[in-house]
């Protein structure tokens, strides 16, 4: 995304590098934190992001390697940034292993 969309041409490294990067991280690492990946279909809609400026963004659909900004968290009210996230809640707790709201259940 970002950066890394603009520059991939540099930067990118086949899913078969990913994937040993990824092995050989969880081989060495020694802490007590959950290690997640990031991998692609799994975190569409899961989380929110913010950017340097303090931009908003969610994770369902980019284009053109850019997220869609959905406020600024200095000045909206955090009301109507949440009302504009895209979130999946489904595939966030289906990614987190919690419990869905009885609501969400088929």
């Known amino acids: 995304m970002g950066e890394g ?4 041409d540099v930067f990118v490294v086949s ?9 050989l991280a969880r081989s060495v690492y020694a802490g007590n934190a959950s290690f997640d990946s990031f991998d692609a279909p799994s975190k569409l809609g899961t989380y929110a992001l913010v950017t340097p400026e303090g931009k ?3 994770t369902m659909t980019a284009t053109d390697g850019h ?5 600024d968290l200095i000045q909206d009210h955090l009301s109507q940034l949440a009302s504009s996230l895209p979130f999946d809640a ?8 919690d419990a869905l709201a009885p609501e969400l259940e088929n």
């Open 90 to 97: 489904t595939q966030h707790h289906a990614r987190y292993g």
């Open 5 to 8: 969309y603009t520059n991939a």
């Open 67 to 71: 997220y869609p900004i959905v406020g």
């Open 15 to 23: 899913r078969a590098e990913y994937l040993e990067a990824i092995a």
């Open 56 to 58: 908003l963004y969610g």
